[in-house]
């Protein structure tokens, strides 16, 4: 029997990344994710794992890189500051294909900015932080259990689709303590990477299958295949010729576009008959739901899309809720960033945020407001 355990957001996220199948970290100590290392330096060497603390949060993101392509399933995680310094790797392993997940534990910034404080800055630096034009997967939790959950799937995604997935948790999430009770592993649908049906002769590293995803041998199991962040052939050997370059970054942004359907995670609250509606994710998403129970109280028809997935951004769902919406209010722990894109699919004049910048988090009354005055129809 499941037993009740009261966790810590970054406890349930380094044990949904044991539970996934991990077997190596690399990372380095920065608030407020450090509790994520230290977790995994005690259990991963009990179950026959490595925990490597690096040096610095390049060097992290370049072993996971090594230990993913020997067949490990690899995580690291850090802050807004190491997420900066990360960047030229996630663009290397996004281009190499090497399935590793990077956990962010978001911090008030710019720079070293509000070290204990939370803050949901770092949402296009993680869809756009890197150079060049490829797709990404990243995903925030907003409770402890979905920390669990959504690690497990961060993992499972990147083995499937054999790319990085950035994991994307905020301070609240991060340090909050909850009432869980988490499955037993033999639950959980875990996913492993497809490994090459042919012989070493045979096998080309990048040569995808129908799905746009190349099967994935490991090093040392006698495949040998050249690893570049060069534009490469299917053999991983470098080119300049033009319909293979295009091919290749075409194919890193369809292989994830072409999954939207199950990629994109999310939770609807009350949605039925709304007539305004309120996106939030992560930490935010606990205030908004409490505030638009406040408002049902109140008469006002009003509901929230909790959003999972944030990339790739599910403006498809955006579209049909503003086919029914008159309003709809993004609360978000930053100057607004994931509102823009809710603009893009629902209209600016409809489309209300609702940010902080201070490092505090949201009163539910502060998302309350907006949604009362939105009372009276289109805007």
Same mark, same amino acid.
């Given at each position: ?172 999430? #991060? ?6 009770? @988490?499955?037993? &592993? ?7 990477? !497809? %490994?090459? =049906? ?100 109140? #008469? ?6 909790? @959003?999972?997935? &944030? ?7 955006? !579209? %049909?809720? =503003? ?57």
């Amino acid at each position: 029997m499941t037993k009740a355990r009261l966790l810590q957001g970054n406890q349930a996220c380094a044990e949904g990344a044991i539970a996934a199948g991990v077997k190596f970290f690399a990372g380095y100590p920065i608030t407020p994710s450090t509790e994520i290392a230290e977790i995994l330096a005690k259990e991963l060497p009990l179950l026959g794992g490595k925990f490597i603390q690096m040096e610095d949060e390049i060097a992290s993101m370049g072993a996971v890189c090594g230990a993913a392509m020997t067949g490990a399933k690899a995580i690291t995680a850090t802050s807004g500051p190491g997420f900066s310094l990360k960047q030229e790797l996630l663009g290397y392993a996004s281009m190499a294909e090497i399935p590793v997940v990077v956990v962010n534990v978001q911090r008030a910034g710019p720079s070293t900015g509000l070290p204990t404080s939370p803050a949901q800055g770092d949402v296009m630096q993680a869809r756009w932080g890197t150079h060049g034009d490829r797709a990404v997967i990243v995903l925030s939790p907003g409770s402890v259990l979905e920390s669990f959950h959504v690690t497990v799937t961060a993992v499972n995604f990147a083995e499937k689709f054999r790319t990085p997935v950035i994991l994307l948790l905020d301070e609240v999430i #991060g340090h909050m303590r909850e009432r869980v009770e @988490l499955p037993e &592993i033999s639950e959980l649908n875990l996913i492993e990477r !497809k %490994k090459p =049906a042919v012989t070493p002769e045979n096998y080309e590293a990048y040569k995808p299958d129908e799905d746009g995803v190349p099967p994935m041998a490991s090093f040392g199991d006698g495949y040998f295949y050249h690893v570049t962040g060069l534009t490469h052939n299917y053999k991983g050997l470098p080119t300049q010729d033009a319909k293979i370059a295009d091919e290749l970054v075409r194919r890193l942004n369809t292989k994830i576009d072409d999954a939207i359907d199950e990629i994109t995670l999310y939770t609807e609250h009350f949605l039925e008959d709304a007539e305004t509606v309120v996106i939030a994710y992560g930490g935010t998403a606990r205030a908004a739901i409490t505030a638009v129970k406040k408002a049902r109280e109140q #008469g006002i028809k009003v509901g929230l899309l909790k @959003l999972i997935t &944030i990339w790739p951004f599910p403006g498809h769902i955006i !579209k %049909k809720i =503003a086919e029914k919406a008159h309003t709809i209010i993004v609360p978000e722990m930053n100057y607004g960033q994931l509102v823009g894109e809710v603009q893009r699919y629902a209209g600016m004049d409809r489309v209300v945020p609702v940010n902080r910048v201070d490092g505090a988090f949201f009163e539910p009354d502060e998302i309350l407001a907006p949604i009362i005055a939105a009372q009276g129809g289109d805007k």
